[in-house]
């Protein structure tokens, strides 16, 4: 199992140009989600999916958008890029389960993006 | 607000000490609480609690959780070089699975 992938690795944008971070998993994973690191700021979480086709919005949704059409996949666009956008990029996957059972949260290599 | 408030923001320690890093949180509809630790890269797993007064153990880590009090607690006995990390404490909150909030973090220097 390759686990949780990320492409690209370092991503350098203009402001106002648009780019796709790409995340995969092979687990058969059901939840999968976005966070993005900034010192001093800890994880923020963007966006979620507990399924193929389902969305929602976490903490910090603002300038991104994601679908989830396969279980596989789940891409995060930056539609017009901002400096403030400029951030550590992480994909996360795992089994979807109740507050009650126990699920292991995998985490991608990660997306150093830099918005000039 | 929902918040997550992780202690010390950072710690220096010599090999074989015991460190306490402390996570307290104010969230609605409180689901789990997750530890992981971070070193140079992506976070990995380490714990997640979801009742009071069960602790968790694995080496020579071990976590509680106190759901009345609002805090949980990530102890790391006979500390060594490799535990230096950054150590992340999550709280999954909301009528749904899948909402985390994380705390800011807390360093973890050991030296030899």
């Known amino acids: 199992n390759a686990g949780v992938t990320q492409t690209p690795k370092f991503q350098v944008l203009k402001t106002g140009q648009s780019m796709t971070l790409q995340c995969a998993q092979d687990?058969?994973?059901?939840?999968m989600s976005w966070y993005r690191q900034d010192p001093g700021m800890g994880l923020r979480l963007i966006h979620y999916s507990v399924g193929a086709g389902i969305t929602d919005q976490g903490e910090v949704p603002n300038g991104y958008n994601v679908s989830r059409s396969t279980t596989e996949d789940f891409p995060l666009r930056l539609l017009s890029a901002a400096p403030s956008q400029t951030s550590v990029y992480f994909c996360?996957?795992?089994?979807?389960?109740?507050?009650?059972?126990?699920?292991?949260?995998?985490f991608g290599p990660g997306t150093r993006l830099t918005v000039t | 607000e929902d918040k997550v408030v992780q202690s010390p923001l950072s710690l220096v320690v010599h090999e074989g000490d015991t460190v306490t890093l402390n996570c307290s949180y104010e969230v609605t509809n409180f689901r789990s609480l997750l530890w992981y630790k971070q070193e140079k890269k992506a976070p990995t797993f380490l714990f997640m609690l979801?009742?009071?007064?069960i602790e968790k153990k694995s080496g020579r880590l071990s976590s509680i959780l106190d759901k009345k009090e609002l805090f949980s607690i990530l102890n790391i006995t006979a500390t060594q070089t490799g535990d230096s990390a950054i150590y992340l404490c999550?709280?999954?909150?909301?009528?749904?699975?899948?909402?985390?909030?994380f705390g800011k973090g807390t360093k973890l220097s050991v030296k030899p």
């Open positions: 999550a709280v999954e909150y909301g009528g749904s699975q899948g909402n985390l909030i």
């Open positions: 687990m058969n994973h059901e939840y």
């Open positions: 979801t009742s009071s007064g």
């Open positions: 996360a996957s795992s089994y979807a389960g109740t507050a009650f059972s126990s699920y292991e949260q995998y």
